[in-house]
C-alpha cells in the first residue's frame, strides 16, 4: 500500500500540523457485529459525544458523555446498564500524548480510580443479583487498577491519537510503530498489530490519511484459549486473523475532522467480530 516514503510526490504536506481546536466536539458512533455460525450472535451500535481539549504542550483533556445505545440486543440490557456507570469513571480524563500524539499515559489515575471506588459501592446491588455480573465488575477493577495500559490498549483511544507522523522544520517521522490493542475474542489477551499509511492533501483543502494495519501474532499463541472456550462449539480449527483499516480526514487547520475506522478480528469462518468506528467533528 505505502511507499518507503508516505510522502513521495506530495511537496505541498508541509502545512500539515496536525492540530486541535480549543474545544473540539466529536460524536462518535461505534457499530459492532458479532457472528456465530451462519448467523448474528450480536450486534451493537452506540454514540457518545466528546470535547477534547488541548492543554499545555503534551498535555490534552477528554470529556465524555454517556453513552446512547442506538440499537442493542435486549438479552445484553442489564449489562449495558452496569457498563453506563462504570464509564463514569472515565468521563474525565487527561492524558500525556507522546510527540507522534499517541498516548504515553493517563495523568488523572488517582481521580479516575477514586471515582470507581464510589461506582463499585452502588454496583454492589447488581453483584448480589447474578454471579456473572460479580465476574463482570471483578475484571473492570483490575482494569481500573492498570488504567494507563486500560486507555493505551482501547482501539478507540488509539484511532483517536493515531501515531501519524510528525513534521517539524528539523525532521520528518515517516514510521508508525507496531502497537497493541486488546483483544476482543480472547478478553484479557493482547494483540500485536503493525500499520502503514498514505498522506494526501485534498483538493478543496485539508488532508487525507489512509491507514492498513494487521495482527502479527502467531495463532499458536491463542490455540490453548481457543480449545478451552470455541473448539466445543465451533467444531473446527482456529484460522485466526486480525485487521483493521481506516480514513483521516484533516481539515485546513489541520484539525482532524473525521474518521472511518473498521476492525475485523475472526477465529475461523464460523466466528468473527467487526467494528465500525465513526468519528466527526461537529461543526461550531
Partial sequence: MASENPLENNSDLSGFKY???KEGHYTITTKSYLTLGRGKANETEIEEDWVVKPLEYGHIAIQSSTQK???AD???KPFYEILEKVNKATDT?????????SIQKVENKAEVIAKW?????DLRFYELVRSSYEE???????EFNNIDRNITHNLLYQIIFYPLPVFNEEDITFKIPDRTVLSTLFPGQTIEYSSEFE??????KGYKVLLKGKGKNKADEFNTIYERNYQKTLKIPMDYDY?????????EDSVLSEIMFHVKEQLNAEMLYVCRYHVKLNKP
Fill in 199 to 204: 498522506i494526501s492533501k485534498l483538493p478543496e
Fill in 69 to 71: 445505545y442506538i440499537k
Fill in 93 to 101: 480524563l487527561k492524558l500525556f500524548l507522546a510527540p507522534d500524539k
Fill in 136 to 142: 463482570f465488575i471483578n475484571a473492570y477493577d483490575k
Fill in 19 to 21: 492540530a486541535w481546536y
Fill in 117 to 121: 471506588q464510589e461506582i463499585k459501592k
Fill in 243 to 251: 485487521h483493521l483499516e481506516g480514513e483521516y480526514i484533516y481539515n
Fill in 74 to 76: 435486549g438479552q445484553m
